[in-house]
Structures are given as C-alpha cells and as structure tokens.
C-alpha cells in the first residue's frame, strides 16, 4: 500500500537529518495516514479511504464528502476516490 493521501495526493518527502557537526544523512517525512469512513449525503452510504489528518480537517471544514469532492482536482484523487467523484457528481446531476 502507497504512502500517499488517497483524496489531496500528500505523499512521503525526503530531506536530511542534519547533526550538531552538520553532518547530513537522508530521512522521510511520512504523512499522517488514516483509516477512514466518510459518508455521502448524495449516494447514501459511506466509503473507506486512506486519507491524511489534514485532508480529514479539509472535509471537515468544506461540508463533507460531497463537497469536498465536488472541489478536488481529478489529478490529486486516487483511482477510487475519482470513481466515487464521478458517481456523486451523476447523482447530483439526475436530481
């Protein structure tokens, strides 16, 4: 599994520890990963995704899942967080 936000696109960063004697070594900075169930008020039922606690924060902050998809660029989403997009976006259009 991919370290990588399934809805905003954060991925793992590299970059050097650095010492007190300025000595460089690589390390990661991993995001903020977790399991979770967001619910469409559209579809009526809920889908799991591996987002960042940032993106959760965003959901969060636009109104839920519907919102936030209707918003979010198709090259940031994984391939089933753009499945659920476009599935939102044709129930909206139908009513």
């Known amino acids: 599994m991919s370290r990588r936000c399934e809805l905003t696109g954060k991925a793992v960063l590299t970059g050097n520890n650095v010492s007190h004697a300025k000595n460089r070594t690589r390390r990661r900075f991993l995001p903020n990963l977790n399991d979770v169930t967001l619910a469409s008020d559209t579809l009526g039922r809920a889908f799991k995704f591996r987002i ?7 959901v969060d902050h636009r109104g839920g ?3 936030f ?5 198709d090259t940031e989403l994984s391939a089933a967080a753009l499945k659920v997009k476009k ?3 044709k129930a909206q259009a139908a009513v």
């Not at 960042?52 to 965003?58: N, P």
């Not at 998809?69 to 660029?73: C, L, R, V």
């Open 87 to 89: 599935d939102i976006a």
């Open 65 to 67: 899942l519907d919102a």
């Open 52 to 58: 960042s606690a940032a993106a959760l924060r965003t």
């Open 69 to 73: 998809m209707a918003k979010a660029k």
